[in-house]
């Protein structure tokens, strides 16, 4: 019994690794911009190299990937992108001058280090917001907003990034976040001494 459990926590831990070496070898090819055979063995030889002679924490994987969720994120932050990059293009045509910007503390429902890293991410990416610090023990993250000078627009700011992690957590998030995220399905609504 032992050595079956054994051998499925090592099976466990190779695609892990798997994963690893895939995700830093397609970064490579990003940064190069280009797919030879060079920029492939390169690529494998510094992602070996990099998982080998580096520390890095192990990246838990929940074991589960929806691809109709997948798709409806991938969507989604489609649209934002162009959306978020046409308002802020606005910005700098408009007369008036771009409301204050404003620090956002989210209290995510997610405990996944992967998860909270993705939406940290994709928030990032989305024009007009930047992550700026995040507390991984209590899972929060702190996020700077352009444009956010008021209560209404603090909460569509919260309000994003809450979405963007129930995006992530039907994607690919574990049971627990699953069911986090049905007893707290909306954060926003809590009482300030809650969590929110």
């Known amino acids: 019994m032992s050595a079956n459990r054994a051998r499925m926590t090592r099976g466990r831990g190779l695609v892990q690794q798997l994963v690893l070496v895939v995700s830093l070898v397609l970064l490579w090819l990003m940064l190069w911009d280009s797919v030879t055979v060079v920029s492939v063995v390169s690529g494998i030889v510094i992602a070996f190299l990099v998982t080998r ?83 991984r023990a209590m899972g929060i993250l702190y996020l700077h907003f352009l444009d956010c000078d008021s209560e209404e627009k603090v909460r569509r700011a ?27 399905p909306d954060p926003l609504s809590e009482t300030p001494g809650g969590r929110a």
């Open 53 to 135: 002679v580096f520390y890095l924490p192990p990246v838990v994987l929940s074991g589960r990937f929806n691809v109709w969720h997948a798709m409806v994120y991938g969507l989604w932050f489609l649209y934002s992108v162009l959306r978020a990059s046409v308002e802020v293009a606005w910005y700098a045509f408009r007369r008036r001058a771009v409301g204050a910007g404003s620090v956002v503390a989210c209290d995510l429902r997610t405990s996944s280090d992967l998860v909270l890293t993705l939406i940290a991410d994709t928030a990032s990416l989305i024009p007009g917001s930047i992550i700026i610090d995040s507390d």
């Open 158 to 184: 919260k309000a994003q990034v809450y979405h963007i992690e129930e995006l992530l957590i039907r994607t690919l998030g574990s049971h627990r976040d699953l069911a986090a995220l049905r007893s707290r």
